[in-house]
């Protein structure tokens, strides 16, 4: 196995843990949607949406360099 080939294997380990986070993270903004009047849900509202942008932000970058890696192996 090349050194790409784990790289790409390890790149894509780390987008199903990014995933897995993305999935959780908006489960908890929704929730605390249903807690709006609290005082303490606006900012962790805000946290997680502000997580769950840089979540995205950071598996769009892996897909690229996944997707240059395989333009690389070919």
Same mark, same amino acid.
């Given at each position: 196995?090349? /050194?790409?080939? @784990?790289?790409?294997?390890?790149? %894509?380990?780390?987008? @199903?843990?990014? +995933?897995? !986070?993305?999935? !959780?993270? %908006?489960?908890? +903004? !929704?929730? *605390? =949607? =249903? @807690?709006? #009047? #609290?005082?303490? !849900?606006?900012?962790?509202?805000?946290?997680?949406?502000?997580?769950?942008? %840089?979540? &995205?932000?950071?598996? &769009?970058?892996?897909?690229? /360099?996944?997707?240059? *890696?395989? /333009? /690389? &192996?070919?």
């Amino acid at each position: 196995m090349s /050194r790409v080939e @784990k790289e790409i294997e390890f790149l %894509t380990e780390v987008m @199903k843990l990014i +995933v897995i !986070a993305l999935i !959780a993270d %908006t489960g908890g +903004v !929704a929730g *605390l =949607f =249903f @807690k709006i #009047n #609290n005082p303490v !849900a606006l900012p962790l509202i805000a946290i997680g949406i502000w997580f769950g942008i %840089t979540l &995205l932000i950071s598996l &769009l970058l892996i897909v690229s /360099r996944i997707q240059e *890696l395989i /333009r /690389r &192996l070919e």
